[in-house]
């Protein structure tokens, strides 16, 4: 306005007119357009958001009401001549639809807020800018934000042509890995803390890299595979749980590591090219770090071990599975018991036992996630 005044001053000084006094007392009065020209939305720490209306000189809010059927906020202003809004982006606001802009009558203009639900409005201001804080009333109910679930990926280990280790009375590693990761699946979604994605649900085959790949797209916070383990020692028994490693913790180890990788060498897949990245681990700073809570998880899960599990010595083992290469996803392998020792092949289809594992896994994670 005061730029306005004067471009209007110099202009009167220049004809000399008798009617420039009077131009002048009505654009003080504000009788020329203003510009109104655009609003911001953003969300605050509150949950509520703020409406900020920029004008190049100050508004006077009149009165601001809540209107249903549908919802929507009138703020009724001084009377301004002029406005073009640029509606708000989608995504800076959850509540306002819309922005609308009329002159109500001779003195009053008013803005119209389309809402998506119902609101309150928390606070206005007056004056350049002038502000509108407006607030769900469905968010005051609930409070701040739900509280985030972490994604637990379940892998049931091998699938489809690839039945992995056969136990001697015919049971097939995939179907127990399978049978395991529906009931961890479901002892998990029962807690009501986390959200659980699974590489398969059905007797499929999955290659290696794609397992990882398929967590990964879907923002996993921890992933989880479960195998059976064999032996050519009958003897060998016992649950075992695998981190990575760049060296195995002992030859047993990286033979078994070995046994698992070749899920992929299955007959008329060729496997040419499709792992270089992870093959060739760059152990960089990320990955140092997933390693570090990897093994962190790990040892929580051992010692929440029911007492009742059989477990392999060094329970907690070391060597490079493939699967467990995500860079930045903390990653186990569980090979949950022996498919080759009689006993523990007969243990694994009991559903004592199965849900003994689970519970265990549970509450390693849940330890974990309290920040044990
Ligand atoms: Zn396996």
């Not at 809402?115 to 409070?143: C, D, F, Q």
């Not at 899920?263 to 008329?268: F, K, L, R, S, V």
């Not at 010692?303 to 699967?323: M, S």
């Amino acid at each position: 306005m005061t730029v306005a005044n004067g471009a209007m001053a110099t202009w009167c000084r220049m004809i000399l007119g008798m009617g420039c006094a009077l131009l002048l007392a009505l654009a003080a009065n504000g009788a020329v357009a203003q510009d109104l020209s655009g609003v911001v939305i953003t969300p605050t720490a509150t949950g509520s958001e703020l409406l900020t209306f920029n004008t190049n000189s100050p508004l006077t809010v009149v009165k601001s009401f809540v209107l249903s059927n549908p919802n929507r906020v009138a703020i009724d202003i001084s009377r301004v001549d002029s406005a073009t809004f640029k509606l708000p982006k989608p995504n800076t606001s959850q509540l306002v639809k819309a922005v609308r802009f009329g002159q109500y009558d001779a003195t009053t203009s008013r803005i119209v807020l389309d809402l998506t639900a119902p609101a309150k409005i928390v606070a206005t201001r007056s004056g350049s800018p002038m502000t509108v804080e407006i607030m769900a009333t469905g968010a005051i109910k609930a409070g701040q934000k739900e509280k985030y679930k972490p994604l637990i990926f379940i892998d049931a280990g091998h699938g489809g042509q690839d039945p992995g280790a056969i136990g001697k009375h015919n049971t097939h590693e995939k179907d127990v890995t399978l049978n395991y990761t529906k009931a961890l699946r479901d002892a998990l979604i029962a807690t009501g803390k986390y959200r659980v994605g699974l590489t398969r649900e059905d007797d499929h085959f999955i290659m290696l890299p794609e397992r990882v790949a398929i967590a990964r797209r879907q923002k996993a916070d921890m992933f989880i595979s479960l195998h059976a383990d064999s032996n050519p020692n009958p003897e060998a028994s016992g649950l075992s749980i695998y981190t990575l490693s760049e060296t195995a913790s002992d030859d047993e180890s990286a033979a078994l590591a070995e046994r698992e990788n070749k899920a992929d060498i299955i007959p008329g897949i060729d496997l040419s090219g499709t792992d270089a990245d992870v093959a060739s681990i760059l152990i960089d700073l990320t990955q140092r770090e997933t390693m570090n809570k990897s093994s962190k998880f790990a040892d929580l899960v051992v010692k929440n071990l029911h007492p009742k599990i059989n477990k392999l010595e060094k329970t907690h083992r070391y060597a490079g599975f493939r699967v467990l290469k995500a860079p930045d996803i903390p990653s186990v392998l569980i090979e949950l018991g022996f498919l080759t020792n009689e006993k523990n092949e007969h243990l694994l289809l009991t559903a004592e036992y199965r849900e003994r594992v689970v519970e265990s896994v549970v509450k390693g994670i849940d330890r974990f996630y309290a920040g044990e």
